[in-house]
């Protein structure tokens, strides 16, 4: 029997989160509070939108030209199971490589989904230790390549890159923002963003 996933916001293709072109998925619900988080509205465990996970399967597949799936939040940890059985239901239809950004240390994470990613963003999210560099909010988090697949893709002088989509009401900031990202994220945000 299929499961769902709580799920925030996804888009169909970025090129900021990882090497090459992916799909980036935010799941809902995280129990850190991290100062300066940018993702509070994806905190509550009772945000976002319930998907059955065939659907964001199939969704996921349709895509055509992406190298693989990164997934951030929320905290992805607290549906570990479930994304197990989206990724492995992905990877039975295509190979594709996995990245993962966790609130957590590596030496708290235990499990199964452990053995489906390529590469852990890990830690917490420190205002004090943010270093503008890229893939990465701060420098106590670490890029940890579980899997050889992205070991020799991370340029780690590479500057941050963001990207923005706008459609309606929503809007979505993908990438670790700059500080120049941000102040415009804040505009968005506050409305006062006049689109040209």
């Known amino acids: 029997m299929s499961g769902c996933l709580r799920i925030a916001f996804y888009v169909r293709e970025t090129e900021v989160l990882g090497p090459h072109k992916r799909f980036a998925l935010w799941v809902q619900g995280c129990e ?3 100062a300066g988080c940018i993702a ?3 905190k509550d465990p009772g945000g976002g939108e319930t998907v ?3 659907r964001l399967t199939d969704i996921i597949l349709s895509v055509e030209g992406i190298e693989g ?3 951030s939040g929320g905290e992805p940890f607290l549906q570990a199971r479930e994304l197990c059985e989206l990724i ?3 990877r039975a239809e295509r190979d594709f490589g996995v990245i ?4 957590y240390a590596l030496s708290e994470l235990s499990g199964v989904l452990l053995n489906e990613i390529d590469t852990l963003i890990d830690g917490e999210y420190r205002e004090t230790l943010d270093d503008d560099k890229g893939y990465r ?3 106590n988090q670490n890029i940890i390549h579980l ?3 992205y070991k020799d893709c991370y340029d780690y002088g590479l500057g941050r890159k963001t990207e923005f989509f706008i459609s309606g009401d929503k809007r979505m900031m993908v990438g670790i923002p700059s500080e120049s990202a941000k102040k415009l994220w804040e505009k968005l945000q506050a409305d006062d963003f006049e689109q040209q």
């Open 32 to 34: 850190k509070n991290c």
């Open 40 to 42: 509070q509205s994806m």
């Open 52 to 54: 059955e996970i065939p």
């Open 69 to 71: 799936i990164t997934v």
């Open 88 to 90: 492995r239901a992905v």
């Open 100 to 103: 993962v950004y966790t609130g």
């Open 137 to 139: 909010g701060s420098s």
């Open 147 to 149: 899997t050889d697949r």
